[in-house]
C-alpha cells in the first residue's frame, strides 16, 4: 500500500533563505508526482508535475526533483519570501490510477 | 471564469439531514474527483470519474454517492449525515487519466461540511 510521507510536518524560516521540503513514498512505481499548495481556506494549486520518466521540473523560485529509485522528491524554493507561506503538500499518482497525498509541510516565512 | 467551481462553501447541518455538494469544471477536463480533507488536513480520495464512469471507489460508506450527468459535473449526495462528515470536501479535475502520465489536478476551492 502506497504511503506518502512529508517532513518536516512544519518549518518556520527567514524571509529570502533558501529551503527544501521533502516528500517520501513508499511504492516507486508511480506515474507521476505532483507538489502543491494550499493557502487557508482556498482550495490547492498545483505547482509542479514531475512524470516518473523525469528527474526534476522547474518554475521560476521553485525546483522540484524526483527520485524514483529511492522514494523520493524534494521541493527547493528559492530566495523564500512571506507569500510563500503556506502549506505544502505532495502527490503522487500509483499504476492503480489513484492519487495518494502526503499530509503536508506548513510553511511559514518570517519577513 | 471560475475552473473548479463547488457549492455551497460553507454548509452547516444537523445530523440525519441529506445534502448535496455539486461540482462543477469549465476545463473540458475527463476526469472529476472528490477528496475529503479531514480535521488533521489529510486529503483522502473517496471517488473518480472519467467520461462520467465510475474509476475509484474508496471504501466511503455508502450513504455517500456521486453522480456525474455528464463530464463537465460530478455531485456529491451525502444521506444521513454523522458528526464524523464534518469536514472540508474538494473537487478537482484533470485532463486524461493516471495512464497518460500526464495529468495535473485543478483543484476547487472547498467546501466546508459542518454537522452539528
Known amino acids: ?111 | 471564469d471560475t475552473a473548479v467551481s463547488q457549492t455551497p462553501k460553507y454548509l452547516v447541518t444537523q445530523m440525519g439531514n441529506d445534502k448535496s455538494i455539486k461540482c462543477e469544471q469549465n476545463l473540458g477536463h475527463d476526469t472529476m474527483y472528490w477528496y475529503k480533507q479531514d480535521s488533521k488536513k489529510f486529503l483522502k480520495i473517496m471517488f473518480s470519474y472519467n467520461n462520467k464512469e465510475l474509476i475509484i471507489n474508496e471504501t466511503v460508506p455508502n450513504r455517500f454517492s456521486p453522480k456525474s450527468p455528464d463530464k463537465a459535473h460530478l455531485n456529491l449526495h451525502i444521506n444521513s449525515l454523522e458528526l464524523g462528515d464534518s469536514a472540508v470536501y474538494f473537487c478537482a479535475s484533470s485532463q486524461g487519466d493516471s495512464y497518460s502520465g500526464a495529468n495535473v489536478l485543478t483543484f476547487g476551492a472547498g467546501s466546508r461540511l459542518t454537522v452539528l
Not at chain 1, 66 to 74: C, M, N, P, Q, V
Not at chain 1, 76 to 101: E, H, M, W
Open chain 1, 1 to 111: 500500500k502506497q504511503e506518502v510521507t512529508q517532513i518536516p510536518a512544519a518549518l518556520s524560516v527567514p524571509e529570502g533563505e533558501n529551503l527544501v521540503l521533502n516528500c517520501s513514498f513508499t511504492d516507486s512505481a508511480i506515474y507521476n508526482l505532483q507538489w502543491f499548495r494550499q493557502d487557508p481556506g482556498k482550495g490547492l494549486t498545483s505547482l509542479l508535475l514531475i512524470q516518473s520518466s523525469q528527474r526534476e521540473q522547474t518554475s521560476g523560485r521553485l525546483n522540484a526533483s524526483l527520485d524514483k529509485s529511492s522514494g523520493r522528491s524534494t521541493l527547493y524554493i528559492a530566495a523564500s519570501q512571506p507569500g510563500d507561506s503556506a502549506t505544502y503538500l505532495c502527490a503522487v499518482t500509483n499504476r492503480d490510477d489513484k492519487i495518494i497525498f502526503g499530509k503536508g509541510t506548513r510553511l511559514h516565512i518570517l519577513p
